[in-house]
């Protein structure tokens, strides 16, 4: 069964950085584009970056410039460093495998974002 464990989200000021990670098991990571996505509640689930294999990135417009996706294939996990955090993207994070849309049903349990201003 596919896993997915994402971490290193906290509490943090407007401003801040952060560097969420995901490990992936379970399925060909280095075969896989892999994606950020966010969640506040009683929204939708919005993508937020993504990378291909090629290592081509795609970001959502509210966060270019500040998010940068990475990912370390020797080690199946895809990071989103995160820089001049603002309140608004105080959120669940999660990620999954596809480029622009989710691959898995499965989804893990997310890292909570939050930023005060």
């Known amino acids: 069964q596919v896993q997915l464990v994402e971490s290193g989200g906290g509490l943090v000021q407007a401003g801040d950085s952060l560097r969420l990670s995901c490990a992936a098991s379970n399925f060909g990571f280095s075969n896989y584009a892999m994606s950020w996505y966010r969640q506040v509640l009683g929204k939708e689930r919005e993508l937020v970056a993504g990378?291909?294999?090629?290592?081509?990135?795609t970001y959502a417009d509210s966060v270019r410039g500040r998010f940068t996706i990475s990912r370390d294939n020797a080690k199946n996990t895809v990071f989103l460093e995160m820089n001049a955090l603002k309140p608004e993207d105080t959120a669940v994070y999660y990620c999954?495998?596809?480029?622009?849309?989710?691959?898995?049903?499965?989804w893990g349990q997310g890292t909570q974002v939050t930023v005060s201003s």
């Open positions: 999954n495998a596809g480029f622009t849309y989710p691959i898995w049903d499965t």
């Open positions: 990378i291909r294999t090629t290592g081509r990135t």
